[in-house]
């Protein structure tokens, strides 16, 4: 069955950095394009980054440009994002999407919370 399995979350200072991976497997990962939302609470889910399926094309929200990156390894069927430079109104739960319509699939989420 479809499994997307997100980690790297954690608790980190402001400035400081976190590396969120996404493990995927039954399906084909290549053929899916990818991204990272985040919820934070009380809050819309909202859309990080995203990366195309042959990783050409990355896409980030506007409060995420030049500090997060997208990227993904389509021979281990993964997908990451590298947080840099992290600020207090980061935290959230992140999670992983894969999309290739009319499929959605999405993982369980996993915690980031940034505070001194």
């Known amino acids: 069955q479809v499994q997307l399995v997100e980690s790297g979350g954690g608790l980190v200072q402001p400035g400081g950095s976190l590396r969120l991976s996404c493990a995927a497997s039954?399906?084909?990962?290549?053929?899916?394009?990818m991204s990272w939302y985040r919820q934070a609470p009380g809050k819309e889910r909202e859309l990080v980054a995203s990366?195309?399926?042959?990783?050409?094309?990355?896409r980030y929200a506007d409060s995420m440009k030049g500090r997060f990156t997208i990227s993904r390894d389509n021979g281990k069927n993964t997908v990451s994002l590298q947080m840099n430079s992290l600020k207090p109104e980061d935290t959230a739960v992140y999670y992983c999407n894969a999309r290739r319509i009319p499929y959605d699939y999405w993982g369980q989420g996993t915690q980031v919370t940034v505070s001194s």
């Open positions: 990366i195309s399926s042959s990783g050409a094309t990355k």
């Open positions: 039954g399906f084909t990962f290549s053929s899916y394009a």
